[in-house]
């Protein structure tokens, strides 16, 4: 997949196949297996909670603290440390729980003071101590520090009445898709190791300061509750948290140093999260023979792997090797049923060959992947590179405008819109889409402009 930062989307980090776009100030992941297992695991739960699956998105933040939260609409964004911190799947199934009962019961708030790239808000199962303290380096930069009431005030917006409702409707909506709530209470309890572990005492002003209940109360209410719901003693979805330790062990490879993964999973692991994770490592150091060696271990165990196969077909695009990527990028995609994001890293391959015989193959694959995920900006550049192969530069001017205005380039996305209207058939679909984005942009600089 093709990353960005902070700008939807600039140069591939070395052996990922993640995608990083931006959502407010954080960049999000992207990837293909990771978003159809948070569908899987979610779509009960977002059913429980009376929300149709297909209108709810989860999504992947790069952030190492622990912490999940709601900004609006139906979406709940979870940090990457919380993946990292949560060793079962159904301890990030009682966070998501929790978050859909936030959006639910309306709990989400809007700060008019707070510039869009900050408007979201903090919430989650963490305690504002544990949030604050787990995301600051110096201790010095905590939240709760003296003088700092006002940031208080100002980012843990939900009492502490939101968060026992939304603790409430989450144990709700974890029964009525028959899944324990063991798995919740276990997070709850990391969290007050957390605390533990960074001194933070229950006092008067520990209450005043914090915005959420206490955890110590969080867990034995949920307990009294979980123990009696009749899926307490369930056992855990065996085939979800497979793919769940995969996840989490792709994405410690993919953000981990080398030498960290390498020593998180060593090479006598030979199981797939190890293979895995050493994949990454390897080819961030530029070991491709090693690289290749720990997805062929992975493709050895499972044959039909499409994301052992998109790992492979990244591996070999990204050294250089894009002919080579074909045949397993080909295969993912095709046993993903044209999974957008891994279509799009086809689609790169085949244009990577710079053999003009396979940019019809590209253009298809392409056209394919933004009809199903619109919200794919390298694969609007990628289809803009074969609109501008074949001469159509108009196309390639509306492919160009797409990507600038999901990257925020605003002023770039009315050019672009403006001139691919003038060399498109008028009254035409195409034509019509270059004026929406021209009309979206402005509108969006003009809402810029007011606030400065």
Same mark, same amino acid.
């Given at each position: ?12 980090? %070395? ?31 977002? %059913? /429980? ?6 209108? @709810?998105?989860?999504?992947?933040? =790069? ?12 979406? @709940?964004?979870?940090? !990457? ?5 949560? +060793? ?30 900050? =408007? ?72 007050? =190791? ?6 933070? *005492? #229950?006092? %008067?002003? /520990? ?9 110590? +109360? ?14 307490? =003693?369930?056992?855990?979805?065996? /085939? ?7 996840? *989490? ?20 692991? $030979? ?5 895995? %994770? ?10 491709? +023979? ?48 044209? /999974? ?14 710079? +053999? ?33 192969? #074949?001469?159509? $530069? ?5 492919? !160009? ?47 810029? #402009?007011?606030?400065?």
């Amino acid at each position: 997949m093709k990353p960005s930062l902070l700008s939807r989307l600039a140069a591939v980090l %070395a052996a990922v196949a993640l995608t990083i776009q931006p959502v407010a100030a954080q960049s999000v992941l992207r990837d293909a297996e990771t978003e159809a297992l948070f569908r899987d695991m979610s779509a009960p739960i977002i %059913a /429980a909670a009376g929300l149709d699956p297909k209108n @709810v998105d989860i999504v992947l933040l =790069n952030d190492g603290t622990i912490n999940a939260f709601v900004a609006g609409g139906q979406a @709940v964004y979870i940090h !990457s440390g919380l993946i990292g911190a949560a +060793d079962h799947v159904s301890e990030v199934q009682g966070v998501i729980a929790h978050e859909l009962g936030h959006i639910t019961g309306g709990h989400v708030i809007s700060d008019a003071g707070v510039k869009p790239a900050t =408007n979201i808000t903090l919430l989650s199962l963490l305690l504002g101590a544990a949030a604050a303290v787990a995301g600051a380096g110096d201790a010095g930069m905590g939240i709760f520090m003296a003088g700092q009431q006002a940031a208080l005030g100002k980012y843990l917006a939900f009492s502490r009445s939101q968060e026992s409702s939304a603790d409430a409707a989450g144990a709700q909506y974890l029964s009525k898709a028959g899944i324990s709530g063991r798995g919740s209470l276990d997070f709850f309890k990391k969290l007050q =190791n957390q605390e533990f572990r960074y001194g933070f *005492k #229950r006092d %008067a002003d /520990a209450e005043f300061y914090s915005t959420h209940p206490m955890t110590s +109360d969080r867990l034995t209410t949920l307990q009294d509750t979980y123990e009696k719901d009749p899926a307490w =003693n369930k056992p855990e979805d065996a /085939a979800l948290q497979a793919r769940f330790l995969r996840v *989490k062990a792709k994405l410690y490879g993919y953000l981990a140093e080398p030498a960290s993964t390498l020593a998180a999973y060593p090479e006598y692991l $030979t199981d797939g999260p190890a293979h895995y %994770a050493r994949a990454y490592a390897f080819h961030k150091e530029a070991f491709l +023979d090693k690289a290749l060696a720990e997805t062929d271990a992975l493709l050895q165990q499972t044959p039909n792997d499409p994301y052992a196969l998109e790992l492979k077909g990244q591996i070999l695009l990204e050294s250089g090797k894009p002919a080579d990527a074909l045949d397993p990028l080909r295969r993912a995609t095709q046993l993903s049923d044209n /999974a957008p994001l891994i279509a799009t890293t086809f689609g790169h391959a085949l244009l990577a060959t710079e +053999d003009k015989a396979n940019f019809a193959e590209a253009e298809k694959v392409l056209r394919n992947a933004v009809a199903r995920d619109r919200e794919n900006p390298f694969a609007w550049y990628q289809l803009g590179v074969v609109y501008e192969a #074949r001469g159509d $530069t108009a196309r390639a001017r509306l492919a !160009s405008a797409e990507q600038q205005l999901m990257e925020l380039q605003l002023p770039e996305a009315v050019r672009s819109a403006e001139a691919a209207e003038m060399g498109l058939p008028k009254g035409s679909p195409d034509w019509l889409r270059a004026q929406d984005i021209a009309m979206s942009a402005r509108a969006m600089i003009e809402r810029q #402009r007011k606030k400065k």
